[in-house]
């Protein structure tokens, strides 16, 4: 028997803007029953080509032995591959495989756009000009989607002579921009023009051929300033388990690391799991960490899951009764309840935002007060442990400053 208990910051809220980023939602195409294609994904013109689905478990282009490439998806089942540069081509020679978003950007929100991409093994020739546009409507009036669309401007795009030969590796091309409010649409391509695009040759074994086609996968746009969200304080019983943090989802999942306390977490202290949610089972009352990072900007969030039933409702009532005091505090913090706790709680735990433990000593309630001295710590926001006489533990959370 497992206890669900399913917090989800917002069940609505968007995490990844990109509908199926990670191709693995497939769809028969009505125009060739044999072949798939991934949902949400077309062109802008839908009887133009834009790129095909590749999968390692659906007919009849399977990879990672195809004609096209060697390469597995970098995460499932499915990528996507595209002609990106070809100017010998009579048609054709240009794929820009549109996304219609979850919902319309935010206005003056800045969003971390990422894209991971492998040149095909037949190419001939990498190229630099790879990019994403986020734009509204207008997109739908495009028709001539095969020649270079030039005269957008990608808001995202690889470096100018960062030009990607890579058939083994996938590459990743990040950046971040502030939407308008009006991009409903996503386009990925190749936004210049054949002169200038840079490339370098790959392959000469498929000369006089001039082509560049990339494989595509784990497309995510997510809000740069998104809050790292660990779940909510709960309890279960022994034997039971609980859902953590967030439904995962390409590119969130990969922002975020799990750790749990008292591990000490540093740069390399290994992650018990990297994803935006999971499940766990402890078997005592235990504290859980996420570090989320997101284009390069961390934060953190923790999550307490205590294990003794019996008491679920005194101690959430417990943990809502305490108040600290101050908060911010300079060199003593002061903890107070309305009901007597002399028999309940015997020792503090302090640790900082990374899971550090930093102070560790007994504590005596008198009149529902006791206090801890904080005059070591530097400024900062810290977490503070109360443990329980029955292994229970009431945690909160206070800042220094001085």
Same mark, same amino acid.
């Given at each position: 028997?497992?206890?669900?208990?399913?917090?989800?910051?917002?069940?609505?809220? +968007?995490?990844?803007?990109?509908?199926?980023?990670?191709?693995?939602?497939?769809?028969?195409?009505?125009?060739?029953?044999?072949?798939?294609?991934?949902?949400?994904?077309? !062109?802008?013109?839908?009887?133009?080509?834009?790129?095909?689905?590749?999968?390692?478990?659906?007919?009849?282009?399977? &990879?990672?032995?195809?004609?096209?490439?060697?390469?597995?998806?970098?995460? %499932?089942?499915?990528?996507?591959?595209?002609?990106?540069?070809?100017?010998?081509?009579?048609?054709?020679?240009?794929?820009?495989?549109?996304?219609?978003?979850?919902?319309?950007?935010?206005?003056? /929100?800045?969003?971390?756009?990422?894209?991971? =991409?492998?040149?095909?093994?037949?190419?001939?020739?990498?190229?630099?000009?790879?990019?994403?546009?986020?734009?509204?409507?207008?997109?739908?009036?495009?028709?001539?989607?095969? +020649?270079?669309?030039?005269?957008?401007?990608?808001?995202?795009?690889?470096?100018? #002579?960062?030009?990607?030969?890579?058939?083994?590796?996938?590459?990743?091309?990040?950046?971040?921009?502030?939407?308008?409010? *009006?991009?409903?649409?996503?386009? +990925?391509? #190749?936004?210049?023009?054949?002169? #200038?695009?840079?490339?370098?040759? !790959?392959?000469?074994?498929?000369?006089?051929?001039? *082509?560049?086609?990339?494989?595509?996968?784990? &497309?995510?746009?997510?809000?740069?300033?998104?809050?790292?969200? !660990?779940?909510?304080?709960?309890?279960?019983?022994?034997?039971?388990?609980?859902?953590?943090?967030?439904?995962?989802?390409?590119?969130?999942?990969? !922002?975020?690391?799990? @750790?749990?306390?008292?591990? +000490?977490?540093?740069?390399?202290?290994?992650?018990?799991?990297? &994803?935006?949610?999971?499940?766990?089972?402890?078997?005592?009352?235990?504290?859980? =960490?996420?570090?989320? /990072?997101?284009?390069?900007?961390?934060?953190?969030?923790?999550?307490? =899951?205590?294990?003794?039933?019996? %008491?679920?409702?005194?101690?959430?009532?417990?943990? #809502?009764?305490?108040?600290?005091?101050?908060?911010? *505090?300079?060199?003593?913090?002061?903890?107070?309840?309305?009901?007597?706790?002399?028999?309940?709680?015997?020792?503090?735990?302090? @640790?900082?935002?990374?899971?550090?433990?930093?102070?560790?000593?007994?504590?005596?309630?008198?009149?529902?007060?006791?206090? &801890?001295?904080?005059?070591?710590?530097?400024?900062?926001? @810290?977490?503070?442990?109360?443990?329980?006489?029955?292994?229970?533990?009431?945690?909160?959370?206070?800042?220094?400053?001085?």
């Amino acid at each position: 028997m497992i206890l669900l208990t399913l917090y989800f910051k917002g069940n609505s809220q +968007i995490i990844n803007y990109i509908n199926n980023g990670g191709f693995e939602e497939v769809i028969t195409n009505t125009s060739t029953p044999l072949f798939y294609s991934a949902k949400y994904w077309g !062109a802008t013109d839908s009887v133009k080509a834009y790129g095909e689905l590749l999968s390692k478990i659906t007919f009849p282009i399977k &990879v990672p032995l195809c004609n096209y490439t060697y390469q597995w998806p970098r995460h %499932g089942s499915n990528h996507l591959i595209s002609l990106q540069y070809c100017p010998t081509c009579s048609f054709n020679k240009r794929g820009y495989p549109r996304n219609r978003l979850k919902h319309n950007l935010k206005a003056g /929100e800045i969003y971390c756009v990422t894209i991971h =991409v492998n040149l095909s093994n037949q190419s001939t020739y990498g190229i630099d000009a790879i990019g994403a546009y986020f734009g509204d409507g207008s997109l739908d009036t495009i028709t001539q989607c095969s +020649i270079p669309i030039t005269y957008l401007t990608p808001q995202i795009a690889n470096p100018v #002579n960062n030009i990607i030969t890579d058939t083994l590796n996938w590459i990743t091309i990040k950046g971040t921009f502030t939407a308008t409010g *009006a991009e409903k649409y996503m386009l +990925i391509g #190749n936004f210049k023009s054949d002169a #200038n695009t840079n490339k370098a040759l !790959a392959n000469p074994t498929n000369l006089p051929a001039f *082509a560049a086609d990339y494989l595509i996968d784990d &497309v995510s746009c997510i809000e740069l300033n998104l809050p790292a969200f !660990a779940g909510r304080d709960t309890s279960i019983f022994a034997g039971h388990s609980v859902f953590l943090g967030r439904q995962p989802d390409v590119g969130i999942d990969e !922002a975020c690391k799990w @750790y749990k306390l008292p591990t +000490i977490i540093t740069p390399t202290t290994p992650a018990i799991d990297t &994803v935006a949610g999971f499940w766990v089972s402890p078997i005592t009352t235990s504290t859980y =960490v996420v570090r989320q /990072e997101i284009c390069g900007l961390v934060k953190w969030d923790t999550v307490v =899951v205590y294990m003794d039933a019996v %008491g679920i409702e005194k101690f959430n009532l417990l943990k #809502n009764d305490l108040r600290l005091f101050p908060n911010p *505090a300079q060199d003593i913090l002061q903890m107070q309840f309305t009901v007597d706790v002399e028999n309940e709680f015997k020792t503090i735990s302090i @640790y900082n935002k990374l899971g550090q433990l930093l102070q560790e000593e007994d504590l005596i309630f008198k009149n529902k007060t006791a206090s &801890v001295k904080t005059d070591d710590l530097e400024n900062g926001v @810290y977490f503070l442990k109360l443990h329980g006489t029955n292994s229970q533990t009431v945690s909160k959370r206070f800042v220094i400053n001085r």
